[in-house]
């Protein structure tokens, strides 16, 4: 079900998200190019600019609207630019493009705006040269609508969701319609974002039964309307109030938020956003310039990413809690001074702890020659007692890396710590293993000579740990703990974290090797124990009974998942996580400073072919606990097996995503 209010660049949107003929039924009217004063966008462009720009997007349009659907664009006979004066018979060259692109003409419309003008278009009393044939101006009291269809002139769908009655189909199939002030109920009472509605109104709105009458005559309820010029959302909003689905496009934020609070229930759509450049800062495993690059950890995020989250919401961050903190990418910003993370992971704890603790400069220079100097001892070293590491490890390899690591043991604790993970944080590269899907497999190793390698690799750490250190100011408490069962009992600026998704992926499972050769994990009880304290997102964890939320998402996702046969222990797991998720989510929101900001990112999963919103669920989930969803920023696209793309529908494809989720704690 399609209730979504897209803050972004239409077109992008449009290319990456959308998919092959998803949409029933387009209504937009797009902007005129008269120099009108919109927040972000400049409507005074050249005008074969202009031109190409609507090609471009409504060549989208026509790539993503079904067979018989049917596309209503908003547009006046003319226009005159505001600043040039220039006339153009505007709703000429948009017929124009739409026969090019392949759309075929189906009716036009005339509206008039009544009498009160000023009700739709502000205060126009430009008369030109008064009473003089001189240069008389006109002043613009209709509009029209080019109706055009796709491939076959008759949409097809269900007689029983039509919702025109007879009186109304006699009226308004005249191809003339007029609307006055007192019809346009509401219009004027829009919960605007902010507490000056008369200044956020958008300088070019519809009125809505333009949108009720093109709604009722051209689709059917449930269809799915797509309006990628929605600015305030009137298009949306009728829709909604029609039952049909809906999908609008907005490039100005401030609108989006409008379209929202139009909506009669604000928990409907969720406001995302889509922003360039947030992909590479969600999933970077080896940035380089800081130490992830040292430092490589699946799925970690950037360390820039608060940065770019500090500047959009202008939020001054000293504290930090991460609740699933991993390897501390979360901390690694400089002007975070105090770190608070939790994780289950003893070995990611050890290599947070490894980055973010500061090392003494004169220890750090004397390890640094320590590393220059090393040559192998030929001492031998026991195997660890997992009976496969032998197959991923030969004997020569395990013997160099643990003979480097001990050369620092007597030097200080915390360069032997460091020096130590930082090898085990490197070892897929160096023995004869990768990680692959929810495990790993043997790979021969690229590496010939392991004692160079790890010679250049740890002066490079120690160059960039210097350079960091040069910097670091940090108060650090981070703990080997689950946020499930554990809070955190000082208050915090912001939280920001990537707990693991309900992809059935086992972190323990994938990092057993380096588990299992820094000494971690010594026998299989341990193993085992530890398996199953991770948060339930995989059926390795502990998934003895099933505990439920009362979520409508969640519960129609898996009755849908159960009807398809999905096994019992995977619904069972999908239940347990988002009922672990809500408790980190409500003492995420006990420890949380008032009016302050916790960002969640999260990716999406597909079972069967169904999508689980995880984003959406969540942020369901936060506002029931006390937070504001102010936004869903949507960060990159996923991909899934190839079995599940052949199942997904055209509509699941578009959940399938990385998401960034931003709540803030209102004043309590």
Not at 84 to 103: A, C, D, H, M, P
Not at 130 to 144: A, I, N, T, V
Not at 459 to 470: W, Y
Request: proline share 3%.
């Amino acid at each position: 079900m399609f209730k979504e209010i897209l803050n972004g660049d239409s077109l992008q949107i449009l290319k990456k998200y959308i998919a092959d003929e998803l949409i029933d039924i387009i209504i937009t009217s797009p902007p005129y190019n008269v120099a009108h004063k919109y927040e972000n966008y400049n409507d005074d462009l050249e005008f074969e600019s202009y031109l190409n720009s609507m090609r471009a997007i409504f060549k989208e349009c026509y790539r993503v609207l079904k067979i018989g659907g049917r596309i209503c664009v908003n547009i006046p006979f003319a226009v005159k630019n505001r600043e040039s004066k220039q006339v153009r018979f505007l709703s000429v060259y948009i017929t124009q493009i739409l026969n090019e692109i392949g759309f075929n003409e189906f009716e036009l419309i005339s509206w008039h705006k009544g009498k009160d003008i000023k009700h739709f278009q502000g205060n126009n009393t430009a008369w030109g040269s008064w009473k003089s044939p001189s240069c008389p101006s006109f002043r613009p009291l209709g509009e029209s609508v080019l109706v055009f269809y796709k491939g076959e002139r008759t949409h097809k769908g269900n007689s029983q969701d039509i919702d025109i009655s007879s009186e109304e189909f006699k009226e308004w199939t005249k191809n003339v319609w007029y609307f006055d002030k007192e019809k346009e109920q509401g219009f004027e009472n829009i919960l605007c974002a902010s507490n000056n509605a008369k200044k956020d109104l958008h300088p070019a709105p519809y009125p809505e039964e333009l949108i009720e009458r093109l709604l009722k005559i051209y689709s059917y309820k449930n269809d799915i309307v797509l309006d990628p010029f929605n600015g305030t959302g009137t298009t949306t909003y009728m829709a909604n109030l029609l039952n049909r689905q809906f999908i609008g496009i907005e490039l100005s934020y401030k609108y989006c938020e409008i379209a929202i609070n139009r909506l009669q229930n604000k928990s409907l759509s969720i406001l995302k956003s889509f922003p360039d450049k947030m992909a590479n800062l969600v999933n970077s495993d080896n940035t380089l310039d800081s130490l992830n690059e040292v430092f490589p950890y699946k799925e970690a995020f950037s360390p820039y990413l608060i940065e770019q989250l500090q500047n959009k919401f202008h939020c001054s961050i000293q504290s930090l809690y991460d609740p699933f903190c991993g390897v501390g990418s979360s901390f690694l910003n400089p002007q975070i001074k105090q770190c608070f993370g939790f994780d289950t992971s003893p070995f990611a704890i050890n290599v947070a702890k490894a980055k973010l603790e500061k090392l003494d400069s004169k220890k750090l220079q004397k390890a640094k020659k320590i590393a220059e100097n090393f040559q192998f001892s030929n001492k031998s070293y026991p195997y660890p007692k997992w009976e496969s590491f032998s197959k991923y490890a030969n004997k020569k390899q395990f013997n160099i890396i643990i003979d480097f690591i001990e050369s620092f043991k007597g030097l200080d604790s915390k360069v032997y710590h460091f020096v130590r993970f930082l090898v085990f944080c490197n070892l897929e590269k160096i023995l004869n293993y990768k990680k692959d899907g929810n495990g790993i497999k043997f790979r021969e190793s690229k590496i010939k000579d392991t004692q160079s390698y790890l010679k250049e690799l740890t002066l490079r750490a120690f160059e960039l740990k210097k350079e960091f250190d040069s910097k670091n100011t940090k108060i650090l408490m981070l703990e080997n703990l689950s946020s499930i069962t554990h809070k955190l009992k000082d208050k915090v600026d912001c939280i920001l974290t990537s707990p693991p998704y309900a992809n059935l992926f086992d972190y323990f499972e994938i990092y057993k090797m380096e588990l299992w050769s820094s000494g971690i994990i010594q026998n299989y009880e341990d193993w085992k124990k530890l398996k199953k304290s991770a948060l339930r997102n995989n059926k390795n964890a502990n998934l003895q009974k099933t505990d439920n939320i009362n979520n409508v998402l969640l519960d129609e996702t898996l009755a849908i998942l159960k009807d398809r046969n999905l096994e019992s222990s995977t619904l069972i797991m999908l239940a347990n996580y988002f009922f672990d998720m809500q408790k980190v989510l409500r003492n995420c929101f006990d420890i949380l400073k008032n009016n302050r900001f916790c960002f969640i990112v999260v990716g999406n999963s597909c079972y069967r072919g169904v999508p689980i919103k995880t984003d959406e669920i969540l942020a369901q989930e936060a506002q029931k606990v006390g937070f504001k969803c102010v936004e869903v920023i949507v960060a990159r696209k996923l991909k899934t097996s190839s079995q599940q793309m052949k199942i997904l529908d055209s509509k699941s494809k578009f959940y399938l995503r990385e998401s960034i989720i931003v709540l803030q704690k209102e004043k309590c």
